[in-house]
Every structure is written in C-alpha cells, then in structure tokens.
C-alpha cells in the first residue's frame, strides 16, 4: 500500500501542508543520492521526488536538465534509481518516495517487470510526464495492482475536460504545474493558481500538490497557503550544482529547512 494517502492524512490531522523536494537520482554522483534523501527527510520533507535521469527531459528547464546529464554520465539508470530506493528504506520506511520521469525507460524494462521491481524496492508512486491520461488507465490500473500511486501533471492550460479525465485514473495527488513553459520558470501568480485549483477540486478528491516557480521561503509560503503540498525541484537541484565539494548536504540542508519555516508559515 502507497505511504501517499496516509502521509496526507496525518498532515491534514494536523493543518499543514506537505514540503515535496526534488532530486535527481545520482547528481551530483551515485553515492549521494541516499544520504541526501535521509538528509531531505531530517530538514523536515513529507514526501521525496527522485528523479530517473533521462537524455530527452522535455518537461524540464536547464538546471535539471544539466542534472539528468550528470547522472546519466555517472551511468545511472533506472535499475539503479530502485536499488537507491531500496537502500533508503533500510532506515526509512515512512517516508514516501515518488518516481518522475519518463516512460521510455519503463517501456525499456516492461511495465509489469517495472512495477514488479518499483514496489518490492519500497517506491510509493510513478509520474511519468510523457503518458497522457487518455492512454494511462491500464498502465494506471497496473500500477496500483501494485501498491503504486498514478500521479498526473494538471497545468495552467488544462481544459476541465481533461481535469476530469486525470481525476478518474491519478492516484496519491495530483501536481499542479502552477506555470506554462518548463520546469525552473519564474513569475508566479498565486492567484491565478488558486482559480485553477478551485476547479481541479471540483472533480478530484485528491490532495494538489504545486510546484514550477517556488524558490524561497516566501514562495513556498504563499502556494502553502493555497495548496495542500509545495514541489520544489530546480531551486535545490541548482543548489547540489552550485555546491562546493564537501558542502553540497550542507547546502541542500540549509535551502530545505529554510522552505520548511516557509511551508509551515502558510499552513496557519
């Protein structure tokens, strides 16, 4: 069973929003990644985004697309992500752990055989940004056959039609992209965002979680104050890249608890 819904739940019991952070899997080398997820979890994250490295990131901007070329010349691959997130759960078993990417490398390893491997490895959902709602149901199905969360895009673009569709098959939460273009934009107006989150509510029960344009504590702020999760992704990447040798859980560290007071001020 996903650990999404009841990470969600213990957070609504308790009005506050979940803090999302993104990595990539093996940036800025393979042996970071674990401790850097442990050390996401001890500055104070609900839920950890980890990244599968792949050559053609179309949705994401040039910080993590710079990322997914570090990783993939470390020689990591999705094999490699699932043994990470094997490794994590030695000692966490309660955090949950979703899987972004996208679908070439799963088609690679078979859907089944990729399901098979992602749940026994302990991840908790799947959001695979090139697989449309309209062709998603029986990989969908086939992913919570398997304990495994469907996690769907929605964006400023999205027709209601289309926010129906993803209602019907999303699982864990949906992820609101707040801004047209790719990951690592700027310009966030949070109440425009809170418009389209109005109307994804009206069709999904599910917690929306927002992310693209988050940078500080300000803005993790005020989409926490709208939001029922905050997605920070090229902001941290930036920072593992522009780290020193030596410094770069240092860095995250600092970043990550600074969003956390961030977060925790616009659930009040």
């Known amino acids: 069973m996903s650990r999404i819904g009841p990470t969600f739940a213990a957070l609504k019991a308790q009005n506050r929003k979940a803090l999302i952070p993104f990595i990539t899997a093996g940036d800025p080398g393979k042996g970071m990644t674990v401790p850097l997820m442990h050390m996401l979890v001890e500055a104070g994250v609900d839920i950890i985004e980890l990244g599968v ?15 997914s070329e570090r990783a993939l010349a470390n020689r990591i691959g999705l094999r490699d992500v699932l043994a990470m997130t094997a490794e994590f759960r030695k000692l966490n078993t309660s955090t949950p752990v979703v899987l972004m990417g996208y679908a070439n490398p799963i088609e690679r390893m078979g859907y089944e055989t990729f399901a098979e491997a992602a749940s026994a490895a302990g991840v908790d959902g799947v959001l695979t940004v090139d697989i449309p709602p309209e062709e998603s149901a029986g990989v969908a199905d086939l992913f919570k056959a398997h304990g495994l969360d469907p996690i769907f895009l929605l964006s400023p673009t999205t027709p209601e039609s289309r926010i129906e569709q993803v209602a019907a098959v999303a699982g864990g939460f949906i992820y609101y992209v707040s801004l047209k273009g790719v990951t690592g934009s700027a310009n966030l107006d949070t109440d425009e965002v809170a418009q389209k989150l109005a109307m994804v509510r009206k069709h999904c029960s599910l917690p929306v979680g927002v992310g693209f344009g988050i940078r500080d504590a300000a803005t993790a702020e005020a989409v926490a104050r709208i939001a029922d999760a905050v997605v920070v992704g090229s902001r941290i990447v930036g920072e593992i890249e522009s780290a020193a040798e030596g410094t770069c859980l240092e860095r995250v560290k600092h970043l990550v608890e600074e969003l956390r007071r961030g977060v925790d001020a616009g659930s009040r």
Request: no cysteine; glycine share 6%; aromatic share 6%.
């Open 53 to 67: 490295p792949f050559s053609d990131p179309m949705a994401d901007g040039p910080v993590i697309q710079r990322a």
